[in-house]
Each structure stands twice: as C-alpha cells, then as structure tokens.
C-alpha cells in the first residue's frame, strides 16, 4: 500500500529553526508537495521537489531524497504566525497526491 | 498565482436538505478537480476526483449518490450533499490543477463548513 509519515505534533519556540520530517512509500514517484494549514482554513501550497536537493524559499526550505524516500520541511526564524498544521503529499505514478495526515506546529513564546 | 473559488463558505440547515457547493477555477481551465472531506482535527481525506464532461471517480466508502458530483464545464465543478444528516456535518475542501505531470501544485479553495442541526 501507499503511505506517508509524519509526526503528528511538534513544539519550537519563537525565533528558532524547526525541521519537519517526511517518509513516504508509494507506487512511483512524481513529486513532493508541502503544504501549510492554519486551523480551520484551507492548505495553502509551500513548496515542490521533484529532484534531490534542497529548495530554498525565504525562511522556507525543502529537502528531498528519493533514493530514501524522505523529505524534510525547514522552517527558520520561526513566528507566532507559523504555528499550523504541515502537510506533505507525494504525486504517484497515477499522478494522483497522497497524503500524509500533517504535523501540528505549536510556536511558543 | 492560480485562484480557486469556494462557495457558500458557511451552510447550517436541517437535517434532510440537500446543499449544493461550487468551485471554480478563476484564472485557469482544470480539467480535474478534487473534493476533500476533513473532520476536526483529522487529515484531509480525497472524496473524489472531478472530471470536465465524465462521471466523477470516488474513492472507496464515498456514496456516490448521496454526493452529487457534476463538472459540466472547464471552470466549474459543484458538490451535492443530498438529504444531509448530521453525521455529514464537516469541512469540505476543493482543489484544481495539479492532476497532471509536473510541478502544478493543486490549489484550494477556502473551503465549506457544513453544519445540519
């Protein structure tokens, strides 16, 4: 079967680096999406890889290996405003996204 | 960047009603569009798969005929929760793009609560 794990809460503080793990296993790979979601509202897109490496946005980077079907969220300089809910999808041979169930991240003062 | 459009964001109604929602893509035409369900707290779950001028593809356990699915067109696509119970109460999400190869993320619109007193 397909899935994808990550843990299902983090806790960082405010100002710190936080990085966000993502193991997947699915038949065939096109893709990497992260996605963020504030409670109660939609995902919104953050970030794609495709190839292994690391993507950089702003405070926002994205690694991936696709030889160890891992990928890693890295958020810096860390907000009050950051604290949601991570999601990571991975798009299949049938270019459909799977997805994993998300990482809750609480940023404290 | 690429909009989608949810519409209504709040229902609350009685039981047995039966709610329509829309999505539509804005700003481009998406062949494919993907209706969510999320319950609090709980991940995103892919109900179906809407296809421009076919039958939708549901995923299993999703009754088909209790959610009306209809993509008559490049831009729009509309959800029917027919004769909905309490237990449909929920979030429900739409998305567009990114059913294809390459780096096209799916983009959401701002979804629908639903809640049936």
């Known amino acids: 079967g397909q899935n994808i794990d990550q843990p299902t809460e983090m806790t960082a503080t405010e100002g710190a680096i936080v990085q966000i793990n993502c193991t997947y296993q699915?038949?065939?790979?096109?893709?990497l999406f992260w996605y963020q979601q504030h409670a109660g509202e939609a995902p919104t897109f953050l970030s794609y890889n495709v190839l292994d490496g690391l993507e950089e946005k702003g405070r926002f980077s994205s690694f991936l290996s696709r030889s160890k079907g891992y990928s890693y969220l890295l958020l810096k300089e860390l907000q009050m405003k950051d604290s949601a809910s991570y999601l990571c999808?991975?798009?299949?041979?049938?270019?459909?996204?799977?997805w994993g169930a998300g990482t809750k991240l609480i940023i404290k003062p | 960047g690429a909009v989608v459009s949810q519409h209504p964001s709040w229902v609350i109604c009685k039981s047995g009603t039966s709610v329509k929602i829309e999505c539509r893509s804005l700003d481009f035409q998406a062949t494919t569009m993907f209706w969510y369900r999320q319950f609090p707290k709980q991940s995103l779950m892919l109900m179906a798969t809407s296809n421009e001028g076919s039958k939708a593809t549901y995923e299993q356990g999703v009754e088909k005929d209790k959610f009306l699915i209809n993509h008559a067109s490049l831009t729009l696509s509309t959800l029917t929760v027919t004769s909905a119970h309490p237990e449909d109460s929920s979030f429900y999400i739409c998305s567009a793009g990114g059913g294809e190869a390459g780096s096209q993320p799916q983009h959401f619109g701002d979804g629908t609560r639903l809640s049936i007193l």
């Open positions: 999808a991975v798009k299949d041979s049938n270019y459909q996204l799977i």
């Open positions: 699915t038949s065939g790979f096109n893709g």
